[in-house]
């Protein structure tokens, strides 16, 4: 196999990119633990749910959306549950699968969690951008995912650029 090695200038980019990837989550789950009592990742299903039609999803399709394993996914449904904050229900459209509906009270618990989870993403991604910067970030994570995510299956279907 012929290597193809980093140039000084990709090493430079790829060093800080693994940088924010290992300094940001743990800011993001840290803030949303201390006042929501939420993990990210927690908080990325419940937004997920809000963000949908009758605030309902098939389970396979918040493990996809969120790349974790069905096991994993149902640990979290199931400590979110036990909170009140969403419900499994039988998929009226197949009887084999489930869906996850976010309740009232979970609905609240995002509507409170996100003021902060959004501050917290301002002042440690987006403040230090110009807009032009956010356009490119935004540019440059798209042609990363397409290259990760072919299909598609790990875009969020919210944050879309329909509000600008």
Same mark, same amino acid.
């Given at each position: 196999?012929?290597?193809?090695?980093?140039?000084?200038?990709?090493?430079?980019?790829?060093?800080?990119?693994?940088?924010?990837?290992?300094?940001?989550?743990?800011?993001?789950?840290?803030?949303? +633990?201390?006042? %929501?009592?939420?993990?990210?990742?927690?908080? /990325?299903?419940?937004? *997920?749910?809000?963000? @949908? #039609?009758?605030?309902?999803?098939?389970?396979?399709?918040?493990?996809?959306?969120?790349?974790?394993?069905?096991?994993?996914?149902?640990?979290?449904?199931?400590?979110?549950?036990?909170?009140?904050?969403?419900?499994?229900?039988?998929?009226?459209?197949?009887?084999?699968?489930?869906?996850?509906?976010?309740?009232?009270?979970?609905?609240?618990?995002? +509507?409170?969690? %996100?003021?902060?989870?959004?501050?917290?993403? /301002?002042?440690?991604? *987006?403040?230090?951008? @110009? #807009?032009?910067?956010?356009?490119?970030?935004?540019?440059?994570?798209?042609?990363?995912?397409?290259?990760?995510?072919?299909?598609?299956?790990?875009?969020?279907?919210?944050?879309?650029?329909?509000?600008?």
């Amino acid at each position: 196999m012929n290597t193809r090695w980093l140039s000084s200038r990709e090493l430079s980019s790829w060093a800080r990119l693994a940088s924010i990837l290992e300094a940001l989550p743990p800011l993001l789950d840290s803030q949303l +633990r201390h006042d %929501a009592g939420l993990t990210h990742f927690d908080y /990325r299903v419940l937004a *997920l749910l809000s963000e @949908t #039609e009758g605030r309902t999803v098939r389970m396979s399709f918040l493990a996809k959306a969120n790349n974790a394993t069905l096991p994993r996914l149902s640990h979290v449904i199931q400590r979110l549950e036990e909170r009140g904050y969403v419900e499994r229900l039988a998929s009226a459209e197949d009887r084999r699968a489930t869906d996850v509906w976010l309740t009232d009270e979970g609905w609240e618990k995002i +509507r409170f969690a %996100a003021p902060g989870h959004v501050e917290m993403v /301002r002042e440690h991604v *987006l403040d230090p951008l @110009t #807009e032009e910067q956010v356009d490119q970030l935004g540019t440059i994570a798209e042609q990363i995912l397409r290259r990760l995510d072919p299909d598609g299956e790990l875009r969020p279907i919210y944050g879309k650029h329909d509000d600008d």
